[in-house]
């Protein structure tokens, strides 16, 4: 059963606008949330994340929002940029025997029409 | 070289080929991850090795063995695969310190297996 679920497979967005990407999660014992992008014939890498004590993380254009009632977070590109199209991964993070597990939703392929 | 390479690239194979796939850091890291990633579906974990002792299985089949002989490099040997076994097979690994589940993971570009 699927533990992180990302229910948009795509999104467009025009250049300088506001890109909103949105994940849900079902297990509440999840601690770390990540998000990683992926550009084709690469592996994913690294974005933003947000601790679960957290409702807010900013970086740069990137922000990530968490509400846990709603086991629901989202990321916020603002302005989006062509460079920006890839698929995004929502991530979350669980300690299991010494070594941090990730259990990664299906992705949702941004493009960010210039 | 830095960061998490992996080879081949690519690979085709028959059903009854034996062929492993490698993964190496240069982090110097100590937990290495193997995942599957199928069409539509997410990520998914196969195993994982903290400190070269493989912690986690979930349940992949034993057509698939990992190996992982020190904390910089990592197997996947593959033996009697099926067609749906076919798939884009990254390596990961994380650092050792500080001990919580906030241990960003690094991904290699993934080999992308197809199984005839």
């Known amino acids: 059963d699927q533990q992180v679920k990302q229910n948009s497979p795509s999104l467009s967005v025009q250049e300088g606008r506001i890109s909103i990407l949105n994940c849900d999660y079902t297990?509440?014992?999840?601690?770390?949330f990540l998000w990683y992008k992926k550009y084709p014939a690469e592996g994913p890498t690294f974005l933003i994340s947000?601790?679960?004590?957290?409702d807010k993380n900013e970086d740069g254009r990137f922000t990530v929002f968490l509400n846990k009632s709603a086991k629901h977070l989202s990321l916020h590109i603002v302005p989006s940029q062509p460079g920006d199209s890839a698929v995004y991964f929502c991530?979350?993070?669980?300690?299991?025997?010494?070594?941090?597990?990730?259990?990664f939703g299906t992705g949702t392929r941004l493009t960010v029409i210039p | 070289e830095t960061g998490v390479t992996q080879t081949p690239r690519h690979l085709v194979m028959g059903m009854t080929n034996k062929k492993s796939l490698k993964c190496e850091q240069h982090?110097?890291?100590?937990?290495m991850y193997w995942y599957k990633q199928s069409a539509k579906k997410p990520l998914e974990l196969m195993f994982v090795?903290?400190?070269?002792?493989?912690?986690e299985n979930n349940s992949v089949p034993s057509r698939f063995s990992p190996e992982c002989p020190n904390s910089s490099h990592l197997f996947l040997h593959l033996h009697t695969l099926q067609p749906e076994d076919s798939a884009l097979y990254l390596c990961?690994?994380?650092?050792?310190?500080?001990?919580?589940?906030?241990?960003?993971?690094?991904f290699g570009p993934g080999t992308r297996l197809t199984v005839l």
């Open positions: 990961a690994s994380s650092p050792p310190d500080p001990p919580s589940s906030y241990n960003e993971q690094f």
């Open positions: 297990n509440s014992m999840f601690d770390y």
């Open positions: 947000i601790s679960s004590i957290k």
């Open positions: 991530a979350a993070s669980a300690l299991i025997s010494g070594a941090n597990n990730l259990f």
């Open positions: 982090l110097g890291h100590n937990a």
């Open positions: 090795y903290n400190f070269k002792e493989q912690t």
